[in-house]
């Protein structure tokens, strides 16, 4: 049974089409990722599937009584409410303390409970979010860059953690990221967007696909992958990454020590 | 017991303060404070309006009151810049209003009641009319507590979850509306905003939970009507702004005791 459907969806602002003709289905127990650079529509495409963005054209079926655990992008915690974490788990609808404590405890952030959400970090504030998510006993989980905030081993922590949440519980999976080398592996499908889908697969086919490595270039994955696949290409990576000068993400450095070693491959 | 006028306009004030603690501290949770001052200034062209029909006065205010909330409402759901927006229609509100009930004869004099209150004048019906719409509100807020809550932190959440955000912003909307209405007569138009700020602004600092902020404010929104009407009484001050100028004493001493408190 298909939990969720989106078929040719467009959503438009403005005159702009943000997302045109997207389709997507997820099924039970997978987990499927969305990549795609800054602006590409990741998160629209998220926020039309909870039915928060209205759609321009196309249609978007759930399974009847499809419970959805969101993680957004990130909580903006105003200063003037306050909510401990605890109180958090219970909105909108109430757990039991015994329930808050191991779900808190099951996403590594035991005993927070009467912290202050304003008081939280980053990394822990996503984690009690996704603590909240998981308390509805989740049919899909939907995860907009989570891990933001969260540093490389709590990041891999994180992954994991959602990898062992879909094993115990058959929950789906629907999460957007950039960290496209730490998600690729964790992920069943991935789904390349730019306003439109670019090209779908597991992770092998859309890494190796042209479409793929004309948004991302080639020093986003595992070293041994881009090398074995330079000589089939003729545009050279510094030519077709295309990321925007603000883009936040770390494979600058990877990009770096290709440019270096390439003299020496083609030398 | 309600023979005596004192009583009497101890208990309406503190019906208003049952109605003004939670929803001030939505007010101040959703950074509405400019939301409540146009609502509250639109009243005064809900009396002028009302007198000028020959309607029920309660009537008239709620009626305007709640077109401007629902005006507002719409216009920062588009996305106005909410600051100038706000600031425009509050004042302008003020401005109509005042400019309408000259046209009305022999309201003139009653004009400092409508901004600030008649506390002291409070009848039977009027007592009725603030403790039944404190009642209502309490009950619309109980009702819709949780989503309420969801909405405020985030309406993603709240639409993830099931939840229709721009309802819950409706039951605020009207629960405003309402609180307007009831009461003009007891701290004024001009102040009615300040009854729901001060005194959840006042809990903020004291409170770790949402639940507790609502009733400590409340508490104080109560303290401050009954030692303000002391104040009135014993100064011949006038007794909307007495009321609110102890709200004022009480937040500050909260904003100096909270910082002491969590050393």
Redesign the interface.
Known sequence: MTLIAAQNITVRFGSTDILSGVSLAVQPAEIVTIVGPNGSGKSTLL?AI???QPLAAGTLNRAPNLR???V?QR????R?????AR??L?????CTDAQATAVLARCGVAGVE?R?LADLSGGQLQRVLLARALL?EPDIL?LDEPTQGLDQPGEAAFYQLIADVRRDTGAAVLLVSHDLHVVMAASDRVICLNGHICCEGTPDVVRDAPEYRALFGFGTQGALALYRHDHDHSHGPSLTHVHGPNCGHDHGHSHHTETQKEPHKHA | MLDDFLTRAALAGIGVAVATGPLGAFV??R?MAYFGDATSHAAILGVALALALSLPIGLGTMFVALAMALTVSALSARGWAVDTTLGVLAHSALAFGLVAISFVPGVRADLSGLLFGDILAVSRTDLAYVWAGAAVITALLLWRW??L??T??????????G?NPDRERLALTVALAITVAVALKIVGALLISAMLIIPAASA?SL????E??ALLAVIIGAVSVLAGLQLSLHFDTPAGPSIIAVAALIFTASVVIAPLKSR
């Open positions: 926020r909870l039915g928060i959805i655990g969101y957004p909580l903006h915690i105003d003037p409410i306050p909510m401990t109180r958090f219970s909105l909108p609808q109430r009467n202050q509805n939907i | 101040v949770w950074r949780q989503a809550l969801t405020t932190l985030s309406e993603d959440l709240a639409h993830a979850s939840l903020r409170s770790r939970s949402p507790v902020m």
